[in-house]
T-cell receptor, first 116, second 116 residues
Framework: GAVVSQHPSWVICKSGTSVKIECRSL??????MFWYRQFPKQSLMLMAT?????????EQGVEKDKFLINHASLTLSTLTVTSAHPEDSSFYIC????????????FGPGTRLTVL | AQKITQTQPGMFVQEKEAVTLDCTYD???????LFWYKQPSSGEMIFLIY??????QNATEGRYSLNFQKARKSANLVISASQLGDSAMYFC?????????????FGQGTTLQVKP
């Protein structure tokens, strides 16, 4: 199967700082990457859809100025949580899809963010 | 609007027995894709199996099979010969949109515990 990595796997930061999370497709070109947020024992909530070379499409209710997404290449997308607050603490997970993956989204291992 | 429903919050199964996890969906689109993912306590989302709406046969992948009943709009996951390592949360998902750029809509998830 296709491999997607995510870095860091966990991060603790102070309130007011910004945190960048990287999502990489390691063995295929990802035309589209997705960013999700998950609270404990709940389902995944899609935050935004990111296509290489274009602006991300955010889901309703997701602040695009707070959650900056950049998809600079066919193998890398980044999510930056700006001016993080404790309520931003969550599990963030990305997925990627490309021609090589057919219709299937492959997920990274996730990043656990804790804002103090 | 498209919707995925998993009505079993938690399930128990004895090791080596088979278990069925329920999933129903609702869509007016004749072309759609259905997915099952496994999420162990580590948080990663592992792709298990895919069923396309036009596929004539039920999908199978090793010990996983998808019981696709189109008229009933159900896509239940069957795990045969359960193993302790199968203990995890399982999500049913449907692709919303065409091709491989469509976003996934997830069900609420079912927590499976395999008893020794």
């Amino acid at each position: 199967g296709a491999v997607v990595s995510q870095h860091p796997s966990w991060v603790i930061c102070k309130s007011g700082t910004s945190v960048k999370i990287e999502c990489r497709s390691l063995d295929f070109q990802a035309t589209t990457m997705f960013w999700y947020r998950q609270f404990p024992k709940q389902s995944l909530m899609l935050m935004a859809t990111s296509n290489e070379g274009s602006k991300a499409t955010y889901e309703q209710g997701v602040e695009k100025d707070k959650f900056l997404i950049n998809h600079a290449s066919l193998t890398l997308s980044t999510l930056t949580v700006t001016s993080a607050h404790p309520e931003d603490s969550s599990f963030y997970i990305c997925s990627a899809v490309g021609l090589a993956t057919a219709d299937t989204q492959y997920f990274g291992p996730g990043t656990r963010l804790t804002v103090l | 609007a498209q919707k995925i429903t998993q009505t079993q919050p938690g399930m128990f199964v004895q090791e080596k027995e088979a278990v069925t996890l329920d999933c129903t969906y609702d869509t007016s689109d004749p072309s759609y894709g259905l997915f099952w993912y496994k999420q162990p306590s580590s948080g990663e989302m592992i792709f298990l199996i895919y069923q396309g709406s036009y596929d004539q046969q039920n999908a199978t992948e090793g010990r996983y099979s998808l019981n696709f009943q189109k008229a009933r709009k159900s896509a239940n996951l069957v795990i045969s010969a359960s193993q302790l390592g199968d203990s995890a949360m399982y999500f049913c998902a449907m692709r919303d949109g065409p091709g491989n750029t469509g976003k996934l809509i997830f069900g609420q998830g079912t927590t499976l515990q395999v008893k020794p």
